[in-house]
């Protein structure tokens, strides 16, 4: 094994040693458990730099090491049945690792301050290490079977974390809540794992993708392979909440700040989004043209959504159910690149975003509790305003975040964005599917307009409360300097030296799409065809894209700044528009009116018949059983006992009678015979 793939192995062990030893041993650390953690988390980072320092200009595309699992000794259709199980680094996994190790680290930073006095802070350092852990294990695994074990681990570290403070019903609910819609995703994943498994023999990527390749498709139909690439993207339409199954990661927020951050930026939501890619090589045109859909459709519901919504935490959840909609989209439209490069950006400004959110709720804790105020909610934007000069490093590191995410030049959402968006418009040209880059033209709209309205309202004007405001304040540096090094990430630099096009990048000219599932000459035509009309309709996405975060910035301050414009008034006139967004959709009312009342009503009626018809037919054997052993128990007591017993009482009764001649004494048998012959004698006579 090459001494890399030894590294790597590091990289996915260290998280897991942080989870045991303090899983075991936590409470004897306290708080110092914080700093433990930190530090297996720094040393992991390093090492996925190095990795990805060391992987980028290698000359060998990809790092493998495979071994069998488990060896059925047959075969079928010529094929060795056996499973294999290793991992791999590529381009994609390296920088993936660095992603997730960095963004895991820089919450492990912000959590000792953040997370202070917690009276669990042992047990959530020890989680953090699982779901990282868990997250890596996705990354490095080089096949669908142990992908789908640590899948299945991000899901519980993920419920562990999101009820953290179980004790608070909502948390509780909202954990549940996040383990049982995403296994609804996870079985469509399980069965299209099984029909790979079913066809190919096989599990690893290279050995699913190189028989594809070779012409070789699930029962000899290529609505199968649709159909398996489908199912195995259900898992990414659960963890990365795409529509219809986006409704848990909202709700997700009741965990704690940098929980948040976590999930949204590097772990779990991302994990749908690298699957997805991972499986590229099997989608078909028809799958890609779905799953393209799916992401239009879920980036436009969840920005319709942010608009109205006034938990902080809440407008950034659904910012970003809806930029994961935007990096599906991407894969969806064959814009490979595109999206996992979205994938990557978004990881640093919606971490920024989420730990400045963090900064804010922190303050405005402190303040709400000098005034011993248990009632105001801390994280109601409505009950902000004016922090821009009580937290001058929140405010700046916010504000390069809010550019980043609506797509203004010089920043890294832009590139990505624009890649994305240029996709979508090529995808038109070929496809006729206008209506795709229409949504995502529109979504960069109210994306902007959304987050300049949060960011307006929370750092702008003047706070409500001016006697609180005395008691607001900056973060610890504990805090505030994560929040910078997300903010330089957030820039162009780290991924082009060309802030309007990323396309020289090292990210664009190093993470390149993989063959799809058609034969290689048509596929190598058609990918470069497709790269050809992208660059040729970058510069019509890029004015687009600019104008259109432009209006949504504009709009934002022209209602919640200059207030040229009444937001209540609009509202107020749109009510039934802006009670139907607020409510999302009423998504969770028509889910309990239908899949919850039937699951309930199901189980109502099963209840019923457990009750009625099982227990009916169980205790009216019993019954019967019983009044059979009661006739039973009074035959053989009356009927038995007393032929028994009469034949005892006559037998005693002879007994008793025979006794008196049974003397034992020889004259007497000789009278009793003489007189019995006498007897005998005159009966004859």
């Known amino acids: 094994m090459r001494p890399e793939l030894t590294i790597a192995l590091a990289v996915l062990l260290l998280p897991l040693a942080s989870f045991t030893l303090l899983i075991f041993t936590g409470r004897r650390y306290s708080e110092r458990s914080g700093l433990v953690g930190t530090a297996f988390l720094g040393i992991d980072l390093l090492l996925a730099l190095y990795l ?82 868990s997250m890596l294990g996705i990354v490095l695994t080089n096949n669908y079977l142990l992908m789908y074990v640590f899948w299945e681990l991000v899901g519980l570290s993920s419920y562990l974390l999101i009820g953290h403070w179980y004790e608070k019903k909502s948390a509780a609910d909202a954990s549940k809540k996040a383990f049982l819609v995403n296994r609804v995703g996870d079985l469509g994943f399980f069965i299209g794992i099984m029909i790979v498994w079913m066809q190919f023999s096989t599990l690893t ?20 392979l649709t159909a398996a690439g489908m199912l195995i993207f259900c898992g990414a339409v659960g ?126 804790h402190h303040a709400l509790h000098h005034q011993h105020d248990h009632h105001t909610d801390a994280q109601d934007i409505r009950h902000m305003g004016g922090l821009k000069g009580k937290m001058p490093v929140t405010f700046w590191t916010m504000l390069i975040f809010t550019l980043a995410i609506s797509g203004v ?91 309007l096009n990323a396309s020289h990048g090292w990210f664009m000219e190093n993470v390149t799409p993989p063959a799809v599932a058609v034969p290689a000459a048509a596929a190598a035509t058609a990918t470069e065809t497709f790269v050809e009309e992208v660059h040729h309709q970058h510069s019509l996405a890029m004015l687009l894209s600019v104008g259109v975060a432009g209006l949504g910035i504009l709009a934002a301050f022209v209602f919640y700044h200059w207030r040229k414009v009444s937001a209540d008034a609009v509202m107020n006139a749109a009510k039934p528009v802006h009670t139907f967004l607020y409510n999302k959709w009423f998504f969770d009312e028509l889910y309990h009116a239908t899949a919850v009342a039937a699951t309930l009503g199901t189980a109502r009626a099963l209840a019923w018949f457990d009750a009625v018809i099982v227990d009916g037919i169980v205790n009216g054997a019993g019954a019967v059983t019983k009044g059979f052993s009661t006739v039973s128990g009074k035959f053989d007591s009356i009927v038995v006992d007393g032929i028994v017993n009469l034949t005892a009482t006559v037998a005693g009764f002879l007994g008793m009678l025979l006794r008196t001649v049974q003397t034992g004494r020889v004259q007497t048998y000789i009278v009793f015979a003489l007189i019995g012959l006498m007897a005998l004698l005159a009966l004859y006579i």
């Open 205 to 224: 990527f290279d050995g699913i993708f190189g028989q594809i390749a070779g012409g070789k498709v699930p029962f000899d139909s290529n609505a199968w």
């Open 239 to 364: 963890k990365s909440a795409q529509f219809p199954l986006h409704v848990w990661l909202p709700d997700a927020m009741e965990g704690p700040t940098p929980v948040s951050a976590l999930i949204h930026a590097a772990t779990m939501v991302a994990a749908g989004v690298y699957l997805t890619a991972r499986t590229f090589p099997m989608l078909t045109a028809d799958a890609l043209l779905v799953i393209a859909y799916v992401g239009a459709v879920t980036a436009f519901i969840a920005a319709t959504i942010a608009l109205v919504q006034n938990d902080i935490k809440k407008i950034l959840a659904y910012s970003t159910v809806s930029q994961l909609g935007y990096m599906v989209m991407g894969l969806g439209v064959g814009a490979y690149t595109a999206g996992v490069f979205h994938l990557v950006t978004h990881a640093a400004f919606k971490a920024g975003l989420f730990l400045a959110s963090g900064s804010v709720i922190h303050a405005m």
């Open 409 to 499: 030049p010089l920043t890294s959402g832009f590139m990505s964005k624009d890649e994305i968006l240029a996709g979508t418009l090529a995808f038109s040209h070929f496809t006729g599917h206008t209506l795709i880059p229409v949504i995502g033209f529109l979504v960069a709209g109210l994306t902007a307009f959304y987050m300049f309205r949060m960011l307006i309202v929370v750092f702008l004007g003047s706070h409500p409360d001016a006697h609180r405001a005395e008691h607001l304040h900056e973060s610890p540096k504990v805090m505030t300097v994560p929040l910078m090094v997300l903010a330089a990430l957030s820039f162009f630099a780290f991924y082009s030296f060309n802030p």
């Open 52 to 133: 990805l320092a060391a992987k980028v200009p290698s000359d060998l595309k990809v790092w493998d090491h495979t071994f069998t699992w488990i060896d059925f000794h047959t075969a079928v259709n010529g094929v060795p049945l056996k499973i294999d199980i290793g991992i791999m680094v590529d381009d994609l996994t390296a920088v993936m690792l660095v992603v997730v190790t960095l963004i895991s680290f820089l919450v492990h930073l912000f959590s000792l301050a953040y997370m202070k006095g917690d009276v669990r802070f042992s047990r959530y350092y020890a989680n953090l290490g699982i779901f990282t852990f």
